[in-house]
């Protein structure tokens, strides 16, 4: 089994700042991608930001510019750095992770339970 544990999310004023974590745990033979999805109340669940192994990374249109996705192998975990936070971006954030738990095994994607978000005055 592989288990995504994100923690801090929280309440944020507009203009400031907040750093997600996620650890992925569990029987893992390899991570490839890491990644970061929100979904906010009657929207669809969508892309924030996402990290290959290699290191190379796409955002979300929405968060270019402000967010950023990184990862360290060694710990099995990814961040995620949010900076001039709006209302808009209030949602639950999910991270995510295509691994494989044998050598053998297909790459799924694995996710966490979420963790709240909101940016509010």
């Known amino acids: 089994q592989v288990q995504l544990v994100e923690s801090g999310g929280g309440l944020v004023q507009p203009g400031g700042s907040l750093r997600l974590s996620c650890a992925v745990s569990g029987s893992i033979y390899s991570i490839k991608a890491m990644g970061w999805y929100r979904q906010a109340p009657g929207k669809e669940r969508e892309l924030v930001g996402v990290i290959s192994s290699a290191g190379t990374t796409d955002y979300g249109e929405s968060v270019k510019g402000r967010f950023n996705v990184s990862r360290d192998n060694a710990k099995n975990t990814v961040y995620l750095q949010m900076n001039s936070l709006k209302l808009e971006d209030t949602a639950v954030y999910y991270c995510?992770?295509?691994?494989?738990?044998?050598?053998?095994?297909?790459?799924?994607?694995?996710w966490g339970q979420g963790t709240q978000v909101t940016v509010s005055s």
């Open positions: 995510n992770c295509n691994c494989k738990t044998t050598r053998w095994a297909f790459e799924l994607q694995y």
